[in-house]
Antibody, heavy 116, light 107 residues
Framework: QVQLVESGGGLVKPGGSLRLSCAASGFIFTDYYMAWIRQAPGKGLEWLAYINNSGSTIFYADSVKGRFAISRDNAKNSLYLRMDSLRADDTAVYYCARGELTLFYWGQGTLVTVSS | EVVLAQSPDFQSVTPKEKVTITCRAS??????LHWYQQKPGQSPRLLIK???QSFSGVPSRFSGSGSGADFTLTINSLEAEDAATYYC?????????FGQGTKLEIK
């Protein structure tokens, strides 16, 4: 069955950096676009970025453009989100999801807390 | 950016009731509208894709309709396990966006 497992979250100071990972299994990773979505505590969902099968096409939401970088390693069936210049309002649960237009499967999420 | 406005924000309903949640887009998005369910403490789960196509394994009491700018998620004969927040999501134009969510409470 499809499994997406995020890791790498934690407590980081404002201005700091973090790299999230998403390990995929149960499907042919190279067949699918992947995306990152986040959810601030008690708030709704915010779409952040997607990456195509090969990694050659990427798009970001304005809120993270220039600070976050999505990437993938198809040999390792893994998706990544590099987050720099973190701010308090980046505090959220970060989900990876399979798909481009429709988010068919989601991971369980990893919590990122930005605080001094 | 396409803004999605859901209504209501919150609804308290009784089991077996029929529930309707609406999602209105700021621009026409064709049928590029999807619905997700998020139960407390869980990640979102796809219910309906492209406005009206049920996803595999989703109970038949969930259905979707609409096109253009107005969409509806209907839950027939609500069950206690349907207590959750429901989100619409558009993939017509980048950046893709979500509605603010509709929280369903079961009385």
């Amino acid at each position: 069955q499809v499994q997406l497992v995020e890791s790498g979250g934690g407590l980081v100071k404002p201005g700091g950096s973090l790299r999230l990972s998403c390990a995929a299994s149960g499907f042919i990773f190279t067949d699918y676009y992947m995306a990152w979505i986040r959810q601030a505590p008690g708030k709704g969902l915010e779409w952040l970025a997607y990456i195509n099968n090969s990694g050659s096409t990427i798009f970001y939401a304005d809120s993270v453009k220039g600070r976050f970088a999505i990437s993938r390693d198809n040999a390792k069936n893994s998706l990544y989100l590099r987050m720099d210049s973190l701010r308090a309002d980046d505090t959220a649960v970060y989900y990876c999801a399979r798909g481009e237009l429709t988010l068919f499967y989601w991971g369980q999420g990893t919590l990122v807390t930005v605080s001094s | 950016e396409v803004v999605l406005a859901q209504s209501p924000d919150f609804q308290s309903v009784t089991p077996k009731e029929k529930v309707t949640i609406t999602c209105r887009a700021s621009h026409s998005i064709g049928k590029n509208l999807h619905w997700y369910q998020q139960k407390p403490g869980q990640s979102p789960r796809l219910l309906i894709k492209y406005a009206s196509q049920s996803f595999s394994g989703v109970p038949s009491r969930f259905s979707g309709s609409g096109s253009g700018a107005d969409f509806t998620l209907t839950i027939n004969s609500l069950e206690a396990e349907d207590a959750a927040t429901y989100y619409c999501h558009q993939s017509s134009s980048l950046p893709y966006t979500f509605g603010q969510g509709t929280k369903l409470e079961i009385k």
